[in-house]
């Protein structure tokens, strides 16, 4: 794909996973385009199908169709709600642990892991375990960890649900830094004040997302590399 393509295309998606009493449609035919460089927030009650979305353009979840256009989880970078840091680890070994596991050497992983976290303002912390972090600071940890190997897309999923109001704020403002800067963004929230930091929101009821969006083509999700 070349640089003027879409970051994300996502035609006709569906996902269903079974249950005990009857199959549970997560997503019904999800048509998404994201521009290079577009901050999107992904609103809609719980349940509505926004964390699967996330999930399978991350190459978590496989959608239902046999035909996947191609998607490259080396240019998907994933924040979670809950940090999922490796507590054993010091911050910097964090960091530089997908990019070792990615095949780049160590040197250059670590160099790239203290330059991220000087961008995110906790260079400081480099040789610290995650625990004596904060709520923000190990969120900004996590966002470090997901800009490892340079991806072409962010994505984040409710990155501000574990944190109070001041820890919320900077992981927000963060964000927005990080767009300002050219990164492309996804994020999940039920919050319209987080919402609210994107330069587009887009809404999802009951699996679909409600909203026009081009119907035309073959069932494909594609990620730019």
């Known amino acids: 794909m070349s640089e003027n393509d879409p970051a994300l295309v996502m035609r006709g998606v569906r996902k269903t996973f079974e249950a005990e009493n009857a199959p549970v449609r997560a997503l019904r035919g999800?048509?998404?385009?994201?521009?290079?460089?577009?901050?999107?927030?992904?609103?809609?009650?719980?349940?509505?199908?926004?964390?699967?979305?996330?999930?399978?353009?991350?190459?978590?979840?496989?959608?239902?169709?046999d035909e996947l256009a191609r998607m490259r989880r080396h240019h998907i970078g994933l924040v979670f709600q809950f940090f999922n840091l490796l507590e054993g680890m010091t911050v910097l070994e964090n960091v530089a642990l997908p990019a070792i596991i990615a095949g780049r050497k160590r040197k250059m992983a670590e160099t790239r892991a203290r330059d991220l976290l000087d961008l995110l303002?906790?260079?400081?912390?480099?040789?610290?375990?995650?625990?004596?972090?904060?709520?923000?600071?190990?969120?900004?940890?996590?966002?470090?960890?997901?800009?490892?190997?340079?991806p072409t897309l962010l994505l984040a999923d409710e990155p501000t649900g574990a944190l109070d109001s001041a820890g919320g704020a900077e992981v927000i403002e963060l964000m927005r830094r990080l767009h300002?800067?050219?990164?492309?963004?996804?994020?999940?929230?039920?919050?319209?004040?987080?919402?609210?930091?994107?330069?587009?929101?887009v809404r999802m009821s009951d699996g679909r997302i409600t909203e026009p969006e081009p119907a035309d083509g073959d069932t494909a999700v594609a990620v730019a590399g």
């Open 30 to 65: 999800v048509n998404l385009t994201l521009e290079p460089g577009e901050f999107v927030a992904l609103m809609g009650p719980s349940g509505c199908g926004k964390s699967t979305l996330l999930n399978l353009v991350a190459g978590l979840e496989t959608p239902d169709e």
């Open 121 to 150: 303002g906790i260079g400081d912390k480099a040789l610290a375990v995650p625990g004596v972090l904060s709520g923000g600071q190990r969120q900004r940890l996590a966002i470090a960890r997901a800009l490892a190997n340079d």
């Open 180 to 201: 300002r800067g050219g990164q492309t963004i996804v994020l999940v929230t039920h919050a319209a004040e987080v919402a609210a930091a994107a330069g587009r929101v």
